[in-house]
């Protein structure tokens, strides 16, 4: 399989207070079947979670586990609830991504080897929201193959093309991006690959996220999933 030209929106992140009641809601909307779970990794991390498989995109709902203090996750969860949680950017060349980042004065919250890849997750002070940059090998593969692409569901939303993400200063973040994933932008919008991300004015945090239509009919649709807006686009030429 040939894999889409990189560095390429590969993944969205839910954070949810229950995870089964969003998951039947995601079921139920976007027709996602059974999903994948890292049950000790992931809560080693603090959370439960799963991992819901399109054609070759994924959405991931995490909800933190109890803990004597509060994480992060709990303490966003506690001011906004359910909400988008990170944006998992797929790129061709970790290392030179974390070269540009340090000419920036950024650098990830951390960086290590997960799998068939390399996993880095990067503040949301600097990116406006949490991101994950992955450098995956083979490139047409993910985390957790083949089991991940053995579990696609593709009936009402075939893949995920886009998202939303809002910030106090749009262009400000649009040019870290830029930078970081040394991309040209469009305006407050950033083509990767068959992917976008756009940057508007508010609150911070990802509010939106596009999925493809299976059904034609359904291309203006917006539902609303775990307080993200979830969009349905027609297919791209």
């Known amino acids: 399989m040939t894999a889409?030209?990189?560095p390429r929106l590969r993944q969205v992140a839910l954070l949810v207070p229950d995870l089964?009641?969003?998951l039947a809601e995601v079921r139920a909307?976007?027709?996602?079947?059974?999903?994948?779970r890292d049950p000790e990794e992931m809560a080693a991390l603090g959370f439960e979670h799963e991992i819901v498989s399109f054609a070759d995109t994924f959405l991931e709902l995490c909800s933190p586990l109890p803990s004597e203090t509060a994480?992060?996750?709990?303490r966003l969860l506690g001011r906004r609830g359910a909400c988008g949680y990170l944006l998992d950017v797929q790129v061709p060349d970790l290392d030179a991504?974390?070269?540009?980042a340090a000419e920036a004065g950024i650098a990830p919250l951390f960086g290590e080897s997960f799998g068939a890849?390399?996993?880095?997750?990067?503040?949301?002070?600097?990116?406006?929201?949490?991101?994950?940059?992955?450098?995956?090998d083979p490139p047409a593969s993910w985390h957790y193959a083949p089991q991940i692409f053995e579990r696609a569901a593709t009936g009402v939303a075939t893949d995920v093309v886009g998202a939303e993400v809002a910030v106090p200063d749009p262009a400000s973040v649009v040019a870290t991006w830029a930078h970081l994933l040394d991309v040209r932008p469009d305006g407050d919008r950033l083509r990767l690959g068959p992917t976008t991300v756009t940057f508007v004015?508010?609150?911070e945090g990802l509010r939106a996220v596009d999925v493809t239509a299976a059904d034609p009919e359904r291309v203006g649709d917006v539902v609303t999933l775990s307080g993200v807006g979830f969009r349905f686009v027609g297919r791209q030429a």
């Open 4 to 6: 889409p030209p990189l």
């Open 20 to 22: 089964e009641s969003a």
């Open 29 to 36: 909307t976007l027709g996602a079947t059974e999903g994948t």
């Open 71 to 74: 994480t992060p996750a709990q």
């Open 97 to 100: 991504v974390v070269a540009r």
């Open 117 to 136: 890849g390399r996993i880095s997750q990067w503040h949301p002070r600097a990116m406006g929201t949490l991101v994950e940059l992955d450098e995956v």
């Open 201 to 203: 004015e508010g609150d």
